[in-house]
């Protein structure tokens, strides 16, 4: 998938799922605060990106993706992976 469209896409499943306004979703923003999760919700938005776009995260990942710009490269890298035969 192109970038931009994943972006676009995952920007999409977000708001839709936590209820805020797309624009607020920029790159650099923290997801934590912007998508206001606490524990439990951070499982729901993993397992939502998993559902979502078929890829694998296992919880220590989750810790590293703390900007929807890092959650990007990570989705994005994943899937590239697994397209090109890896994990």
């Given amino acids: 998938m192109e970038k931009q469209k994943l972006i676009e896409k995952i920007n999409e499943v977000l708001a839709d799922e936590f209820e ?3 624009h607020e979703i920029m790159p650099d923003a923290n997801i934590k605060k912007i998508l206001q999760l ?3 919700s951070l499982v729901d938005m993993v397992a939502l990106i998993e559902e979502n776009f ?3 995260i296992k919880g220590a990942e989750v810790v590293n993706v703390q900007t929807f710009g ?3 490269e990570f989705v994005y890298d ?3 992976r697994k397209s090109n ?3």
Avoid: A, I
Wanted: net charge negative; proline share 0%.
């Fill in 78 to 80: 994943r899937m590239n």
């Fill in 20 to 22: 805020v306004d797309v």
């Fill in 54 to 56: 078929s890829v694998s």
């Fill in 38 to 40: 606490d524990s439990l």
């Fill in 85 to 87: 035969g890896g994990d």
């Fill in 70 to 72: 890092s959650l990007y």
